[in-house]
């Protein structure tokens, strides 16, 4: 299997996911907290709104909206 590059650390893996292991406990706790986030809210968050309010960095939420992880955005 050829290495990949984290896309969330950056270190290079050999995994079929975009992240290295250390990074997919990581992101599927901020994909949990984005998705909690954006149940409650009642109106759609923006990103801004969304990356101050959970802590998850805009470039990583990007990447969950690419990826299709998070919903109703
Ligand atoms: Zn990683």
Redesign the pocket.
Known sequence: MELKK??????F?ASPSN??????S?DRQDIYNLNNYIVNSNSTPSIDNLSANTGVSIKNISRFIENNAISNL
Do not use: I, T
């Open positions: 984290c896309a969330r650390c950056g270190c893996f992240v290295c292991c250390n990074c997919e990581k």
